[in-house]
């Protein structure tokens, strides 16, 4: 234990640990804007409030649970779906209310909110919070918990110093996350402009546009790779990539004889998820799980990259559930037969490759604002680890 440090329990150091409503809430509710303001799980984020998706409480609901009404200072902690996320109320939501979260008000003279809502967003309350979740169907994460949870609490002054540091950290990362999601937004603008007229019921066209059917401008490989191709996948975000870069336990089998080969310019997709639009085109040469259906795209009909940005867009995707196969969504499968009969339109080619210019072009970006947020947000896990233990000593 560093000197001048002591070791406390939640309890311990808080004027009292409650929870939101937790019985009906959904009988309080009143419209948007008409009542008062109740934070649930997805208002939370590490140390930020997410401002949006509110739900709203009659003011008779939010009279008769005062125990859940909140004061600046609170500590809300998230106990379903992402446990242990922490965030501490600011001033502009005094005497709002809450929702099936853990509510902890610390003691002013014993520790900071912010240092208390830092401490349990650490690997250190993390680890606490995950080996005490219950629950099968969500995780779930309950008061008493947290009430047990053990802080590392320096002198207040050290505390406010540590949060300064850390709050540096985390302005910056929120500055570039909201940056990627401006970015986003202009991405999916300009892809619906581009990809709203690809879909036939689409009216005022540019009469150089033709029709097509996918089986005319894809066709579909269904080779087998060679012993030494390297394994891949395909995941929602990252399109084809490396098995080994997933991060999930591989299950795939020894047998690889009825994997399929997938080549450079190559769009795989998952054949049960295609309806999410679960797809990627293929920079690598590799093999994948038969699960998942390769389809080339046929010279001087369509641009792979091109392809690569219309099966993402929000009109094909609903073409992609609308002729998915199968009695629920959990059976749903877009095999090669039924995926070839889709129609769409397309520009001519050079307004194809220009289009897929400027859509890579703005992908690279985000990608490069989301590499900088996971490079600062590394930074802070270290700089949490060294603060919040006192391995690192600040000066006050």
Request: glycine share 8%; proline share 5%; with cysteine.
């Amino acid at each position: 234990m560093p000197n001048g440090w002591k070791s406390k329990t939640v309890e311990e150091i808080c004027e009292r640990v409650g929870v939101g409503i937790v019985i009906k809430p959904s009988q309080y509710y009143v419209p948007e804007g008409q009542g008062v303001k109740a934070f649930r799980s997805a208002n939370i984020a590490e140390n930020r409030i997410v401002d949006e998706n509110w739900i709203y409480l009659s003011q008779e609901g939010h009279v008769s649970n005062p125990k859940s009404c909140l004061k600046t200072g609170d500590v809300l902690v998230v106990r379903s779906g992402a446990p242990g996320t922490a965030c501490v109320v600011t001033p502009e939501f005094e005497n709002t209310n809450c929702i099936d979260l853990v509510i902890a008000r610390p003691k002013p003279d014993v520790v900071l909110p912010e240092y208390l809502s830092e401490f349990t967003n650490s690997a250190v309350g993390k680890r606490h919070v995950l080996g005490n979740k219950g629950g099968l169907a969500l995780q779930h994460f309950n008061v008493g918990a947290y009430k047990e949870m053990t802080v590392l609490l320096p002198p207040l002054s050290e505390q406010r110093k540590i949060a300064e540091i850390l709050r540096t950290w985390d302005e910056a990362i929120e500055k570039l996350e909201a940056l990627r999601t401006a970015k986003e937004s202009r991405y999916k603008a300009l892809a619906r402009r581009f990809f709203d007229p690809c879909h036939p019921t689409f009216h005022g066209r540019p009469n150089a546009w033709r029709e097509f059917e996918f089986g005319e401008i894809f066709r579909e490989r269904s080779q087998s790779g060679e012993e030494s191709d390297r394994l891949l996948s395909i995941t929602m975000n990252g399109g084809v990539i490396d098995r080994d870069d997933v991060g999930r336990k591989d299950t795939s089998t020894e047998d690889k004889s009825k994997y399929k080969l997938i080549l450079p310019g190559d769009i795989g997709y998952n054949t049960m998820r295609m309806w999410q639009g679960v797809s990627g085109l293929s920079a690598l040469r590799g093999i994948i799980s038969p699960a998942y259906t390769v389809v080339t795209p046929v010279d001087n009909r369509i641009v792979g990259r091109y392809a690569a940005h219309l099966f993402k867009s929000r009109r094909m995707v609903f073409d992609f559930e609308r002729y998915s196969q199968g009695l629920t969504s959990d059976t749903w499968n877009l095999k090669f037969p039924a995926f070839s009969k889709i129609k769409v339109f397309l520009p001519p080619l050079d307004d194809q490759e220009k289009q897929a210019n400027l859509l890579d072009a703005m992908g690279s970006e985000i990608d490069v604002i989301g590499r900088q947020v996971d490079a600062l947000s590394r930074q802070k896990r270290g700089l949490m680890q060294k603060l919040l233990t006192g391995e690192w000593r600040v000066t006050c």
